[in-house]
């Protein structure tokens, strides 16, 4: 028997990111249109039935005149969006600098930007002043749109100071933030000049939560370590107030991808591919063009199994789908010309006049046409030096059901140990390694596929976007009922 609704009134969630889930195109003086971006976040929500989501972000565009912003927020308002306005140095120090050229780096194990190395230089310190300056404009519009009961949940590294800033307004706020990076060793944090405060402000917060037990475990270090803290079973605890620390994986909306499958030009698209690479094993790649994703190194270790076996190289093709992402950053400028430079090397070393070992694309997929790739892909390969968690992971195994191929995956992406059991886990900096594993993928027998895959298969169906949201806001909801019980007593 189905289970009464006992709430009438949904709680509102106010869901607080850098970018809202919304891209904007201004189309005169006082009109934008607006399209939904169908990022893993915005699933994750919709599919819940519980509370009722309202965004608050930044729509990426600069908008300084107010009759633009007027009519931006009432178009934004229709979608459920409330908008942060950020102006041009801000958006340059906040987002370029501090979060994208600083705490990226940091989380993912690559270290500070050498200029950056002293706390005294200029530009660190205008930098982190431009970060909280704009934690605390999202910070006012939270503030403006809240009402009494509402759950705040803020996300990622963009905004590690908004729970500070949030409690300062209203302590009894319910507050969560959760972190879509890895949080490092305590080792690697405390190189940061603003580490304690940074790790004070994310305490603020009622829960703090992460991917994985270990992001969770080198947070809570941190915390002993660098400033001093009480670890306790549940967080961290500061003159006897416990913020509550836990692993919270998130996953994908699999159903999605599984209905994807059966749509007709999927299935159209899907017969087109088999009959272009008939004959032919498929490898595939899909990332961001980001150094945490570990093109080249996927790609080296490619050219080495080629270079290995040659039985394999007119019977194996690679696709490479790498959407550029900030284009204007050198260091990313470098890894696209590097990335070019390698493919172009090995199709010019192992290619013939009728076919190349690898198609590298420099861009983004439709929904439909990714479905179709992950579908007749033989082999993924997910090599990053770093993940989170890594989504095309979890969304390649819904789409395998009927092919059960295999995953080659990064044992530094977060979802190596959700899916660690049912992958063949590579150290990516080991070329080596992930060439012999390429070939261990190729020459799998077909239980063994099976097997692997059902494992998989079987954890992104049942470990859902929708159920990562929905624990984390009842873990929030108990967290703060908890804590006051504990103040009663
Ligand atoms: P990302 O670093 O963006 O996310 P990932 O989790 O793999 O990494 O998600 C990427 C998404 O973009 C996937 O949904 C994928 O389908 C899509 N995508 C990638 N390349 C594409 C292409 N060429 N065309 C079309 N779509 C493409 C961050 C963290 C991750 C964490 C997520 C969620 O870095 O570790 O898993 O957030 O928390």
Known sequence: RERPDVRSIKQRLLVVANRLPVSAVRRGEDSWSLEISAGGLVSALLGVKEFEARWIGWAGVNV???????????????????????D???????????????????????????????????????????????????????????????????????????????????????????????????????????????????????????????????????CTRILGLEGTPEGVEDQGRVTRVAAFPIGIDSERFIRALEVPQVQEHIKELKERFSGRKVMLGVDRLDMIKGIPQKILAFEKFLEENQYWRDKVVLLQIAVPTRTD???????????????????????????????????????????????????????????????????????????????????????????????????????????SAIGQALNMDADEREKRHRHNFEHVTTHTAQQWAEFFVSELNDTVIEAQQRIRK
Request: charged share 20%; aromatic share 12%.
């Open 64 to 86: 300084p005149d107010e009759v633009g912003q007027k009519a931006l927020t009432k178009a934004l308002a229709e979608k459920k969006c409330i908008p942060v306005f950020l």
């Open 88 to 222: 041009e140095e801000i958006v340059h120090q906040y987002y370029n600098g501090y979060c994208n050229n600083i705490l990226w780096p940091l989380f993912h194990y690559l270290g500070l930007p050498q200029e950056d190395r002293l706390a005294t230089t200029r530009s660190f310190q205008s930098q982190f002043a431009a970060y909280k300056k704009a934690n605390q404009m999202f910070a006012d519009v939270v503030n403006q749109h809240y009402e009494e009961g509402d759950v705040v949940w803020c996300h990622d590294y963009h905004l590690m100071f908004l729970p500070k800033c949030l409690k300062e307004y209203n302590n009894r706020m319910k507050v969560g933030w959760f972190l879509h990076t890895p949080f490092p060793s305590s080792e690697i944090h405390r190189t940061l000049p603003s580490r304690s405060e940074l790790l004070h402000a994310v305490l603020a917060a009622d829960l703090v939560g992460f991917h994985t037990y270990d992001y969770a475990r080198h947070f809570v270090s941190a």
């Open 329 to 435: 950053v050198p260091e990313y400028q470098k890894l696209t010309s590097q990335v070019h430079e390698i493919v172009g090397r090995i199709n010019g070393r192992f290619g013939t006049l009728t076919a190349v070992p690898i198609h590298h694309l420099d861009r983004s997929l439709d929904f439909h046409a990714l479905c179709a790739l992950y579908a007749v892909t033989d082999v993924a390969l997910v090599t990053s030096l770093r993940d989170g968690m890594n989504l095309v992971s979890y969304e390649f195994v819904a789409c395998q059901d009927s092919r059960k191929g295999v995953l080659i995956l990064s044992e530094f992406a977060g979802a190596a140990q959700s899916l660690g059991a049912g992958a063949i886990l590579v150290n990516p900096w080991n070329i080596t390694e992930v060439a």
